[in-house]
């Protein structure tokens, strides 16, 4: 099965841009697809991006459409989140999450331990 581990958080300012990497070690990636959601203090955590396991499709919150993009690199092994024009209300704990293709409920059963993004008004 497979390990996440996030990187890239940190604090900066609204409008500027972050980039968070997820790697990923064991299992076989091209089986996996990958997601990142957010849980900010006092929310749930909620869905952000995902995209298949080849790259070749993504979905994205409405909230982050337009800022964020998501991608992946299958032989490094990665998934990234590019966030842009960053807003003070995208300060939350990101997570990587991994789910198998075969999985036809879309669950996500592997997550990282989660990197810290603050933005700060």
Do not use: H
């Not at 996996?32 to 869905?47: I, V």
């Not at 070749?56 to 842009?84: C, E, P, W």
């Amino acid at each position: 099965q497979v390990q996440l581990v996030e990187s890239g958080g940190g604090l900066v300012q609204a409008g500027g841009s972050l980039r968070l990497s997820c790697a990923a070690s064991g299992g076989t990636f091209t089986s996996y697809r990958a997601a990142w959601f957010r849980q900010a203090p006092g929310k749930e955590r909620e869905f952000v991006s995902s995209i298949n396991w080849s790259g070749s499709s993504s979905n994205y919150a409405d909230s982050v459409r337009g800022r964020f993009t998501i991608s992946r690199d299958n032989v490094k092994k990665t998934v990234s989140l590019q966030m842009n024009r960053l807003k003070p209300e995208d300060t939350a704990v990101y997570y990587c999450a991994a789910g198998r293709n075969d999985d036809l409920r879309n669950t996500y059963n592997y997550w990282g331990q989660g990197t810290q993004v603050t933005v700060s008004s």
